[in-house]
């Protein structure tokens, strides 16, 4: 993908394991030495305002793809003192409930006239900029077990500043970057438009099984009103019954702290991660989902067999008229239409039981039922497969990128006669 490059003539121990050796003529330094590390800004509800009467507070969801983005903007109304982001700081991460989510960094261009949150940290370097910007990430993913850790997600001025980094000279630095700024840009465009086929992808599933699971697999099928907006039209010959109707609904007995990596049953919580118990409460078919956070009517699984679940997921169960695994297909892709009016707004969303239980299903005939589940378990498998198979690929490109990046700040190549492609 890049031009293979040679290697420095001569290179020194650094004296850092991570950094190995260097080029004979780079120093090296800690952070704190080449730049300076701040905290960002605290503020409170009633900080927050519209953009004409406040100032923009970066916050991590502003970082996606190494880049600064401006969704999901907050102003506040505050006194920033000297938090105003210049154009070359490099914006950080610093605090985050998700570990994988700390260090994650982008640079400030030109223009821009903004703070950042507590949950972040301004670095001010000394050194090229863009240089730095690679220098920092390669660094921040070296040192990632100072931060990131089971009891602590979190990157201090202290532990960032103390961080011990390779030092070429200028010229290196802006040749280094440069060759860099290439290369990411080619793999970018690599990763965009692999990502841009996952999306395309999970939008066919989506539409797939939606159209599947409302109208079934005969196209010439005749129609009727449903006398639901979002609905639409169903074959005519199709039942169209409240959820409560069909099944059972209730919740689990059991919390998350009671996970065991190593128990016998499946442990069904909030996410779409399912952890292991050495307990099961039901033994079955269900269609099983998250009652209330982040995944409240959105995780959803199909279960059979024997398995224990927490006391905020739903349970639906002894379900009569339809398939089980069709019910989930069904209500996997058709609760974003109405989820919204379904959410108890608290400090997390909920599902509200007397919506699930008024939820309109739609019943195909028996006969139908299963070549319906056995059409889009064909269907979804296959769409997986190369959804599966393009997470791969963007895992490797990302590698790769990382890679080049890790070569390149730490001397392992010499870019000193790079030229860059015309």
Same mark, same amino acid.
């Given at each position: 993908?890049?031009?293979?490059?040679?290697?420095?003539?001569?290179?020194k121990s650094s004296g850092i394991d991570w950094l190995g050796e260097l080029p004979s003529h780079w120093d090296s330094? #800690?952070?704190?030495?080449?730049?300076?590390?701040?905290?960002?800004?605290?503020?409170?509800?009633?900080?927050?305002?519209?953009?004409?009467?406040?100032?923009?507070?970066?916050?991590?969801?502003?970082?996606?793809?190494?880049?600064?983005?401006?969704?999901?903007?907050?102003?506040?109304?505050?006194?920033?003192?000297?938090?105003?982001?210049?154009?070359?700081?490099?914006?950080?991460?610093?605090?985050?409930?998700?570990?994988?989510?700390?260090?994650?960094?982008?640079?400030?261009?030109?223009?821009?006239?903004?703070?950042?949150?507590?949950?972040?940290?301004?670095?001010?370097?000394?050194?090229?900029?863009?240089?730095?910007?690679?220098?920092?990430?390669?660094?921040?993913? *070296?040192?990632?077990?100072?931060?990131?850790?089971?009891?602590?997600?979190?990157?201090?001025?202290?532990?960032?500043?103390?961080?011990?980094?390779?030092?070429?000279?200028?010229?290196?630095?802006?040749?280094?970057?440069?060759?860099?700024?290439?290369?990411?840009?080619?793999?970018?465009?690599?990763?965009?438009?692999? !990502?841009?086929?996952?999306e395309d992808l999970r939008k066919y599933r989506t539409s797939l099984i939606t159209e599947t699971v409302t109208r079934?697999?005969?196209?010439?099928?005749?129609?009727?009103?449903?006398?639901?907006?979002?609905?639409?039209?169903?074959?005519?010959?199709?039942?169209?019954?409240?959820?409560?109707?069909?099944?059972?609904? #209730?919740?689990?007995?059991?919390?998350?702290?009671?996970?065991?990596?190593?128990?016998?049953?499946?442990?069904?919580?909030?996410?779409?991660?399912?952890?292991?118990?050495?307990?099961?409460?039901?033994?079955?078919?269900?269609?099983?989902?998250?009652?209330?956070?982040?995944?409240?009517?959105?995780?959803?699984?199909?279960?059979?067999?024997?398995?224990?679940?927490?006391?905020?997921?739903? *349970?639906?169960?002894?379900?009569?008229?339809?398939?089980? #695994?069709?019910?989930?297909?069904?209500? #996997?892709?058709?609760?974003?239409?109405?989820?919204?009016?379904?959410?108890?707004?608290?400090?997390?969303?909920?599902?509200?039981?007397?919506?699930?239980?008024?939820?309109?299903?739609?019943?195909?005939?028996?006969? %139908?039922? !299963? !070549?319906?589940?056995?059409?889009?378990? %064909?269907?979804?498998?296959?769409?997986?497969?190369?959804? %599966?198979?393009?997470?791969?690929?963007?895992?490797?490109?990302?590698?790769?990128?990382?890679?080049?990046?890790?070569?390149?700040?730490?001397?392992?190549?010499?870019?000193?006669?790079?030229?860059?492609?015309?």
């Open positions: 993908m890049t031009t293979k490059l040679k290697t420095y003539p001569h290179y330094s #800690k952070l704190k030495f080449v730049g300076d590390a701040r905290n960002g800004l605290t503020y409170a509800p009633d900080d927050i305002c519209d953009e004409d009467n406040g100032i923009l507070v970066l916050r991590s969801s502003n970082i996606q793809n190494d880049a600064l983005i401006f969704k999901d903007n907050i102003y506040v109304n505050k006194d920033i003192n000297d938090l105003l982001m210049n154009e070359g700081d490099i914006l950080i991460c610093s605090r985050n409930g998700s570990a994988s989510l700390i260090g994650k960094c982008a640079i400030i261009p030109k223009g821009v006239n903004a703070t950042f949150g507590a949950f972040m940290m301004r670095y001010r370097s000394k050194l090229n900029t863009r240089f730095t910007l690679y220098l920092i990430r390669t660094t921040l993913n *070296n040192y990632k077990h100072l931060y990131s850790t089971s009891t602590i997600n979190q990157l201090t001025n202290a532990t960032l500043g103390n961080m011990q980094v390779p030092l070429p000279p200028k010229e290196e630095q802006e040749a280094i970057a440069g060759y860099l700024d290439e290369v990411s840009a080619k793999v970018g465009s690599l990763i965009a438009e692999k !990502q841009a086929q996952v079934g697999l005969n196209p010439n099928v005749t129609l009727r009103p449903s006398g639901i907006d979002w609905l639409g039209n169903i074959p005519d010959h199709y039942q169209l019954i409240r959820l409560k109707y069909l099944c059972d609904i #209730k919740t689990g007995d059991k919390d998350t702290i009671m996970r065991n990596p190593e128990g016998q049953y499946p442990f069904y919580v909030r996410s779409p991660k399912v952890e292991r118990i050495n307990t099961y409460s039901y033994d079955g078919e269900a269609v099983l989902m998250a009652g209330d956070g982040v995944g409240a009517g959105k995780v959803l699984h199909y279960v059979n067999g024997k398995f224990d679940y927490h006391q905020r997921v739903y *349970n639906i169960h002894n379900i009569s008229s339809i398939l089980p #695994k069709l019910l989930y297909y069904y209500l #996997k892709e058709t609760f974003k239409y109405k989820i919204e009016e379904g959410l108890a707004k608290s400090t997390v969303d909920s599902v509200r039981l007397p919506w699930l239980k008024d939820f309109p299903i739609v019943i195909p005939t028996d006969s %139908e039922q !299963q !070549q319906i589940v056995d059409y889009l378990d %064909e269907k979804t498998a296959k769409i997986d497969a190369l959804i %599966e198979e393009l997470e791969a690929q963007l895992s490797d490109l990302a590698t790769y990128k990382q890679a080049v990046i890790t070569e390149a700040v730490t001397g392992k190549v010499d870019v000193r006669d790079w030229t860059p492609k015309s």
